[in-house]
């Protein structure tokens, strides 16, 4: 497998994070995350926000919700690219 590339910078993060991956690819990311800051703060970021919208619905996420947290990371990932 070739080197993975930041997980901000592909469109794998998304998958990534909802566990969609193969294991092999996961397990490589998982790799690349523990090794890379950028990639850990922009996961515990994500993993963090998801804590608080939960906390604040005390409820299942909303699937509207969810989506619009989606997009809104979405936007935020092509930020870390170009940035
Ligand atoms: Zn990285």
Avoid: N, Q, W
């Avoid at 497998?1 to 991956?21: F, H, K, N, P, R």
């Amino acid at each position: 497998m070739s080197e993975i590339a930041c997980v901000s910078g592909v469109g794998l993060l998304m998958e990534y994070l909802d566990g969609a991956l193969p294991a092999d690819v996961r397990a490589a990311l998982d790799e690349h995350v523990a090794g890379c800051a950028k990639c850990a703060a922009f996961v515990a970021s994500y993993l963090a926000t998801l804590r608080i919208v939960r906390e604040a619905t005390a409820a299942t996420l909303p699937a509207d919700v969810e989506a619009s947290l989606r997009a809104f990371l979405r936007t935020r990932t092509s930020a870390f690219r170009s940035g």
